[in-house]
């Protein structure tokens, strides 16, 4: 299948995900601003649940809220995202091949991206991530090759500064946001700051 | 570096109890904890009398929690010193190697305790834990049954059993979890959500149905719980969409759905007003709400 670019406004915001729960599952919606054509480019992602993954009304309610703030923000939904609790394990679930599934019905090159969180530590050179795309109706490992973060560097470097700003904090996930309805899931102000610290002579994150 | 009582101007009294609070509340702000904790300890150990030792248990744990073994040792050790004997700083001890992955070591320290006391809930339910961090759900499981035909009064037990049911997508023994729960909770209205969001989720009419009613008894609970309002008004859609339903059933919960949405809305509405930044999540919220009605009819 084709390539998958992944922005640093995308993987910026899974890693402040994953971090903000250590102890929890937890999951998100991969997005793409771009045509769908050619490679897929992440461009964005909006965190969703720490808790109760597997439970049905919640994680529809929040499929249905995406899809409406996509329509009204020109994005598409073009994969899922999924840190486990148990950091040594970092296959799928049943619950994150179900809803992949139902992603890659509305788009067929659609990825699962589960996060590595045994290389989520300080210094690691490599992307702590692990993606999936659909061949022969399963979900299979995506060759690495095919998988672009640009500017991986800086990306790292902007998450750091987001750490030491203590700006990490600002993340709202969508069970945050029905813990107080006054918090937006769609992280205005944190996309602002992540944006602001990206360079602007890397063109297109 | 400024301490906290600078940054937030508190004195240490404040401090203390701030501890306390979140010590009585089970909070698990283990980085704050450590801050406040660690400041109070290497400041002001001498006023704080007895409660310290209770303040060393409390920021060890918090310690573990953020991988500060440094500050979890040195607060075992002074524990260590005072208790010498106690199965209570042994369990501790025994929660320090399950932070250091020490598995097999934790557990020969639990299972020491267990000798001495076979009564003691606190080493059986780490044993347990152990489990659960090494990913050995079906035995956590099994574990925790065993533990609860004994201990059938242990809230935090059944909690963590309808949790382990839950990820192991068995839904109708998290909603007996649940069920166990409620019973002995009767005012608790997150267990009410919890438990129609398992009934939801199992789906088929009739555990719509249940799950519809106690979404509203959640919210009868606690009027401002936003899951069980939108649960409440996904299950009354769903109930009033289905061909298998009467007239009557179908007139109800279009009801319950309209009066939800009217609910949801209005809490948007206040939610969103004055602060521009929230017009993303409105505009979603009343869309959805919107689409959903013209499937609905």
Redesign the interface.
């Known amino acids: 299948m084709g390539e998958v670019e992944l922005s640093c406004l995308a993987y910026a915001k899974m890693f402040l995900h994953a971090s903000q729960f250590p102890r929890c599952s937890v999951n998100g919606l991969l997005l793409s601003s771009s045509p769908a054509e050619g490679a897929v480019c992440i461009t964005d992602c909006v965190p969703l649940l720490h808790s109760h993954l597997s439970l049905a009304p919640i994680t529809q309610l929040a499929l249905t809220q995406v899809d409406v703030w996509c329509a009204q923000t020109q994005q598409r939904i073009v994969g899922y995202y999924q840190a486990n609790a148990c950091v040594s394990d970092s296959s799928p679930t049943p619950c994150a091949l179900k809803i992949a599934e139902k992603i890659f019905e509305q788009c067929n090159n659609a990825v699962l991206l589960m996060i590595d969180g045994e290389k989520m530590f300080p210094g690691c050179r490599v992307p702590p991530i692990v993606m999936y795309e659909r061949k022969d109706a399963r979900w299979a490992l995506k060759d690495k090759h095919t998988i672009m973060l640009r500017q991986w560097e800086e990306t790292c470097s902007v998450v750091n500064q987001l750490f030491s700003s203590g700006d990490q904090a600002l993340l709202v996930d969508f069970d945050s946001h029905l813990d107080d309805i006054t918090k937006d899931w769609t992280n205005p102000k944190l996309n602002a700051k992540i944006m602001e610290l990206v360079s602007p002579a890397n063109g297109n994150v | 570096m400024s301490s906290v009582s600078e940054l937030y101007d508190v004195t240490w009294e404040e401090m203390r109890d701030k501890l306390r609070k979140w010590r009585e509340e089970n909070y698990r702000n283990s980085e704050q904890i450590v801050d406040v904790g660690e400041e109070l300890i290497n400041e002001h150990a001498s006023k704080l009398g007895d409660d310290i030792w209770i303040i060393y248990e409390q920021v060890m744990i918090a310690a573990l929690d953020c991988s500060r073994d440094d500050l979890a040792w040195s607060c075992l050790q002074e524990l260590k010193k005072q208790f010498p004997d106690s199965h209570r700083v042994k369990r501790l001890a025994g929660m320090r190697l399950e932070a250091l992955e020490r598995y097999e070591d934790a557990n020969k320290l639990y299972d020491s305790i267990l000798q001495d006391d076979p009564t003691n809930t606190a080493a059986r339910k780490r044993k347990i834990s152990i489990l659960r961090?090494q990913?050995k759900s079906s035995e956590a499981i099994r574990e925790l049954n065993e533990y609860l035909e004994q201990f059938v009064g242990d809230q935090e037990a059944w909690h963590e059993l309808s949790e382990l049911y839950?990820?192991e997508?068995d839904y109708a023994k998290a909603a007996f979890c649940l069920e166990e729960l409620m019973m002995t909770n009767p005012h608790n209205h997150l267990y009410c959500e919890?438990y129609?969001?398992?009934k939801?989720?199992q789906?088929g009419l009739e555990n719509l149905e249940l799950?519809r009613k106690y979404f509203a008894q959640a919210l009868k609970l606690n009027n401002r719980n936003?899951?069980a309002l939108?649960?409440l008004y996904?299950?009354a859609s769903h109930i009033a969409a289905s061909p298998k339903v009467s007239a009557k059933v179908k007139k109800d919960n279009v009801k319950y759905a309209a009066w939800a949405t009217s609910q949801i809305s209005r809490?948007?509405q206040m939610?969103g007003r004055g602060?521009k930044?929230?017009k993303?999540?409105v505009?979603?919220?009343e869309?959805?709400l919107e689409?959903?009605q013209i499937t609905m009819s």
């Open positions: 961090a990913g839950i990820n997508h919890q129609a969001e398992v939801y989720t789906g799950a936003m899951r939108f649960g996904m299950s809490a948007y939610a602060k930044e929230n993303c999540s505009k979603a919220v869309e959805m689409s959903m």
